[in-house]
């Protein structure tokens, strides 16, 4: 985590303990004149200044004011300097959309006021809260359900469900890799990853912060729909992967594609399988029998994740 740490002022970046950098942090919330937010798996804790270091505290602690060390203006400014490199003009694009991946994958999202003209958002200006979302691989977590995507030498078009946060992304990458780089029995294929806001590679100046695969090509930054038929034209892929598919025209790409013969491998919002069949498109696709996996995901009550398969019959597979 010491990619972290260097995006912090100097003055800090001296004080912070290693130990506070564990393998569960998962969000580091910085906010003008509050204290620093360290979220991991299942709790918060916050950095105060303790004897001159920085260690982890309960929210107990920091109501102890003199216990807490409180972000500055100055503090924000210093660190936006890190997080882009000294070229904040730089990341224009990226401030427009709300946030910036970094090198390791992590990823800043940022908040202040906005900076708008006749066709929009241009921008983000004075900004005083930033989100820094700790980049995490769990390689191996979609293992249990890779037996179900295989559909002869291929996959069959599958959607990974759940509702926000509860790791289809995740998922999603490790269905990815795998897929890719091929196992005993199973040769790898050719996968193009549309990436439109950087979580699935976390690219950094184009080049993938996760391992996708060696097999695997990415657009990143480019709007689903546009960037699905883009690859579908220009890379010969045998799967399209995307996250998040929500649109009208991103359900339109998707019937493109898989009419094309490729493969398609997604992501969707929903957090029970009745909510799933309820969605306009997904009732449509069902009729034409586009998509024959789905594959939801939860968490049970010890936060590991639990699959459950779905064909497209509505069948429960496992």
Same mark, same amino acid.
């Given at each position: 985590?010491?990619?972290?740490?260097?995006?912090?002022?100097?003055?800090?970046?001296?004080?912070?303990?290693?130990?506070l950098?564990?393998?569960?942090?998962?969000?580091?919330?910085?906010?003008?004149?509050?204290?620093?937010?360290?979220?991991?798996?299942?709790?918060?804790?916050?950095?105060?200044d303790?004897?001159?270091?920085?260690?982890?505290?309960?929210?107990?602690s920091?109501?102890?004011?003199?216990?807490?060390?409180?972000?500055?203006?100055?503090?924000?400014?210093?660190?936006?300097?890190?997080?882009?490199?000294?070229?904040?003009?730089?990341?224009?694009?990226?401030l427009?959309?709300?946030?910036?991946?970094?090198?390791?994958?992590?990823?800043?999202?940022?908040?202040?006021?906005?900076a708008?003209?006749?066709?929009?958002?241009?921008?983000?200006?004075?900004?005083?809260?930033?989100?820094?979302?700790?980049?995490?691989?769990?390689?191996?977590?979609?293992?249990?359900?890779?037996?179900?995507?295989?559909?002869?030498?291929s996959?069959?078009?599958?959607?990974?469900?759940?509702?926000?946060?509860?790791?289809?992304?995740?998922c999603?990458?490790?269905?990815?890799?795998?897929?890719?780089? @091929?196992?005993?029995?199973? &040769? #790898? %294929?050719?996968?193009?990853?549309?990436?439109?806001?950087?979580? =699935?590679? +976390?690219?950094?100046?184009?080049?993938?912060?996760?391992?996708?695969?060696?097999?695997?090509?990415?657009?990143? @930054?480019?709007?689903?729909? &546009? #960037? %699905?038929?883009?690859?579908?034209?220009?890379?010969?892929?045998? =799967?399209? +992967?995307?996250?998040?598919?929500?649109?009208?025209?991103?359900?339109?790409a998707?019937?493109?594609?898989?009419?094309?013969?490729?493969?398609?491998? #997604?992501?969707?919002?929903?957090?029970?399988?009745?909510?799933?069949?309820?969605?306009?498109?997904?009732?449509?696709?069902?009729?034409?029998?586009?998509?024959?996996?789905?594959?939801l995901?939860?968490?049970?009550?010890?936060?590991?994740?639990?699959?459950?398969?779905?064909?497209?019959?509505?069948?429960?597979?496992?």
């Amino acid at each position: 985590m010491e990619n972290l740490k260097v995006l912090f002022p100097v003055h800090i970046r001296k004080k912070i303990k290693n130990n506070l950098w564990l393998n569960d942090l998962e969000e580091i919330r910085i906010r003008a004149g509050q204290p620093i937010e360290l979220a991991y798996s299942g709790k918060t804790r916050y950095l105060t200044d303790m004897d001159g270091e920085m260690c982890a505290c309960v929210r107990e602690s920091v109501q102890n004011a003199r216990a807490c060390y409180r972000i500055t203006g100055a503090d924000i400014a210093e660190m936006l300097s890190y997080i882009s490199e000294y070229s904040l003009y730089a990341y224009q694009e990226e401030l427009r959309q709300g946030y910036i991946t970094i090198e390791g994958g992590h990823r800043v999202g940022i908040a202040g006021e906005i900076a708008k003209d006749r066709e929009g958002i241009t921008g983000i200006k004075y900004i005083s809260f930033m989100n820094i979302r700790v980049a995490h691989e769990k390689k191996g977590c979609a293992e249990k359900i890779l037996p179900f995507l295989k559909d002869g030498e291929s996959i069959y078009n599958t959607l990974l469900v759940s509702k926000p946060g509860a790791g289809k992304t995740t998922c999603l990458r490790d269905c990815i890799r795998s897929l890719s780089n @091929g196992k005993e029995g199973w &040769e #790898g %294929m050719k996968i193009c990853v549309v990436d439109e806001r950087s979580e =699935i590679a +976390a690219c950094h100046l184009g080049i993938p912060q996760n391992d996708m695969g060696i097999r695997t090509d990415v657009l990143s @930054g480019c709007v689903k729909s &546009e #960037g %699905m038929m883009l690859m579908l034209r220009s890379m010969s892929p045998q =799967i399209i +992967a995307v996250d998040e598919l929500g649109g009208k025209k991103d359900f339109q790409a998707v019937e493109q594609a898989a009419c094309s013969g490729v493969r398609i491998l #997604g992501t969707v919002h929903a957090d029970t399988v009745e909510e799933l069949w309820e969605k306009p498109y997904l009732k449509k696709w069902m009729k034409r029998g586009i998509f024959e996996r789905f594959i939801l995901i939860r968490h049970n009550r010890s936060g590991e994740r639990d699959f459950q398969v779905f064909n497209g019959k509505r069948e429960q597979l496992c």
